[in-house]
């Protein structure tokens, strides 16, 4: 059986004792773990510092609207196949030449374990958690053309990360630990961007968060400015040279931190009506 180390965060992935023991948890039980949480929190970075971590590959599944479960098993190419003979391109008899894994396939026929990130299972149609259910629990499949089954040789470490824009079925978050990545508080926010930042001005980044925690606290505010987005904000604001003290009275370079109309307006309307 194979075992891990405990995952503890990474140097630059500054994770809480709840999020570190879910992540634990998942390993030690086998089960995939489902990572909600509001964009920007660090859920697809997650997987990556799990792999550096463990000290293992990462594999990565990038889940849109169009995609079908069986794409991540494999695909088999007939356009390819039919060309080939048509053009003459080749043994089109071989059918294992027009097989591709896709990256679930390939995580269960690595012949080391990996990491598997499922990035944003929910932007996908209601049925696809549901046709993945089979082989999240028996780590096999059957690739009908050649008749044969790819059986996971070690079961991958799985992260699974959602908006939450639609709702997951409960049989599949049944075979699921769970964890909702709340957003950081001040002092472990603080603890990111240093991970991120260390050689910026202390003054910055004690100004520019009093200001991006202010902007999260307004009233009416859609899309409310995420930690990723503080991380930038504080490189542009760093190169261009912005005083601290200038961030308490405007909100230069606020594209990078509000992303929506009426919150830019909301944002820069602030400072002189409610004093932020």
Same mark, same amino acid.
């Given at each position: ?8 965060? @990474? ?32 859920? @697809?970075?997650?997987?990556?510092? &799990? ?11 990038? &889940? ?5 479960? %069986? ?43 990996? &990491? ?36 996971? &040789?070690?079961?991958?470490? @799985? ?46 980044? %004690? ?19 995420? @930690? ?45 009506? %409610?004093?932020?």
């Amino acid at each position: 059986m194979t075992s891990f180390s405990r995952f503890a965060g @990474t140097s630059r992935y500054i994770a809480d004792d709840d999020l570190m023991a879910s992540v634990n948890a998942a390993i030690a039980l086998k089960r995939p773990l489902l990572v909600k949480g509001e964009p920007g929190t660090g859920k @697809t970075m997650l997987a990556s510092a &799990v792999a550096e971590a463990l000290g293992l590959p990462m594999l990565t599944w990038h &889940v849109k609207s169009t995609t079908k479960a %069986a794409e991540g098993l494999y695909s088999y190419d007939v356009v390819q196949r039919l060309n080939d003979s048509r053009f003459g391109g080749g043994d089109v008899s071989d059918i294992r030449r027009y097989i591709r894994l896709g990256p679930m396939g390939q995580a269960f026929a690595a012949e080391k374990p990996v &990491v598997l990130l499922i990035d944003e299972i929910d932007k996908a149609d209601l049925e696809f958690p549901n046709d993945l259910l089979r082989e999240l629990d028996e780590m096999r499949f059957t690739i009908s053309e050649l008749d044969e089954t790819v059986s996971a &040789v070690h079961r991958p470490v @799985t992260l699974i990360t959602s908006n939450a824009e639609k709702e997951l079925p409960d049989a599949f978050l049944r075979r699921c630990v769970f964890h909702y990545i709340a957003f950081p508080d001040r002092e472990r926010l603080a603890r990111i961007v240093a991970s991120h930042h260390p050689d910026l001005d202390q003054q910055l980044i %004690a100004a520019a968060m009093d200001r991006f925690y202010a902007l999260r606290k307004l009233d009416g505010m859609r899309k409310k400015p995420s @930690t990723s987005e503080l991380l930038d904000w504080l490189v542009v604001l760093s190169r261009a040279g912005v005083p601290a003290e200038e961030l308490r009275r405007a909100l230069p370079f606020s594209g990078v931190l509000l992303k929506q109309e009426e919150d830019l307006l909301l944002g820069h309307k602030a400072p002189r009506r %409610a004093g932020v």
